[in-house]
């Protein structure tokens, strides 16, 4: 699968690992790194300098030989190329403690997302203050994507009421969405979703755990097994 970043045709996994590398670079200019090599910057993203290379083939040739990245270049550069250097307006859908801490991540006005509305069915919650933003009902779904030109939405509802989200969302014109809830959503061609789902992730990190080693369990049911024999 290929993306068309600036008119260009870059591989999806390529993609993914450029925000990486932006990260990476920002980590570089906080600790006033003003040029880096391929190898420190392949170190830097957790990527070999092979993968690190080709990727930045794709955007065009920004390092000097022997001397390596412009660290200031080369971020603006990436964060251009993925569209981050101009402001997008986020909205959140599900204000209960994910949808909470979602507000209030820093990350989201430090990386050009601009969060401009939170959303939710419970009247309880309508009107109070989570990051400086007013919580407001679902129904005022449709005026703020109109208003605010909003391009992206963020769903952090329980897994039944996601896909409803989503329809709204994409018939009031939003065409990306992130979608933390634990279901798998179905929208329209032209209309791209991406998935964080928490308890994969941890389940993943359990498959590599219990890997390592005799886990704590395993040790207690093996002395269970030899008392009984």
Known sequence: MTARVAGREIPEATVARLPVYLRALHAMLEHGTVTCSSEELAVAAGVN????????????????????????????????????????????????????ALANYSGFRTRGFRVVALLDADPALHGRQVAGL?????????TVVRD??????????????????ADRMVAAGVTSILNFAPSVLSVPAGVDVR????????????YHEQRKGPQPADDAASRLAGEAS
């Open 134 to 142: 007013p919580v407001r009902p679902f129904d005022d779904l449709e």
């Open 148 to 165: 605010s030109g909003v391009a992206i939405g963020v769903i952090a509802t329980p897994a039944l009421a996601a896909q409803d989200v």
């Open 49 to 100: 300098s092979a993968k690190l290379r080709k990727d930045l083939s794709y955007l065009g040739s920004y390092g000097t030989r022997g001397v390596g990245y412009d660290v200031d270049y080369l971020r603006y550069q990436i964060a251009r190329e993925i569209g981050v250097t101009q402001d997008w307006a986020v909205i959140i859908v599900g204000i209960g403690n994910l949808g909470h």
């Open 195 to 206: 998935k964080v789902d928490l308890s994969i992730e941890l389940q993943i990190l359990a």
